[in-house]
Nanobody, 124 residues
Framework: QVQLVESGGGLVEAGASLRLSCAASGPTFARSTMAWFRQAPGKEREFLAGINLHGTNTRYANSVQGRFTVSRDNRKNTMALQMNNLKPEDTAVYYC?????????????????WGHGTQVTVSS
């Protein structure tokens, strides 16, 4: 199983950018489909972006398409989420997740490993 640690969250103003990182340990990172989710207070955890095993295919939620970019580096066991033009509605705890599917999946139940999350707060 993969152990995951997120970093890079913080407090920013609307329109700013942040880059989140997810550091993975364990032997199966390169065989794991990866994704970013977020959860705002009182809301369900939602899929944001996914990336396949080799980083050759990505998928985004409509709410972040064109603003967020997911990437991974299998040599360094890391995944990143570049977030541009942040909005107050992006405020949430952001999680990275790893799963065993060979293709990009979007349901929380598809992922077996989760980080503890990093807080992103966007002020208006």
């Amino acid at each position: 199983q993969v152990q995951l640690v997120e970093s890079g969250g913080g407090l920013v103003e609307a329109g700013a950018s942040l880059r989140l990182s997810c550091a993975a340990s364990g032997p199966t990172f390169a065989r794991s489909t990866m994704a970013w989710f977020r959860q705002a207070p009182g809301k369900e955890r939602e899929f944001l972006a996914g990336i396949n095993l080799h980083g050759t295919n990505t998928r985004y939620a409509n709410s972040v398409q064109g603003r967020f970019t997911v990437s991974r580096d299998n040599r360094k066991n890391t995944m990143a989420l570049q977030m541009n033009n942040l909005k107050p509605e992006d405020t949430a705890v952001y999680y990275c997740a790893a799963g065993g599917s060979p293709t990009i999946v979007t349901m929380t139940t598809d992922f077996s490993s989760w980080g503890h999350g990093t807080q992103v707060t966007v002020s208006s």
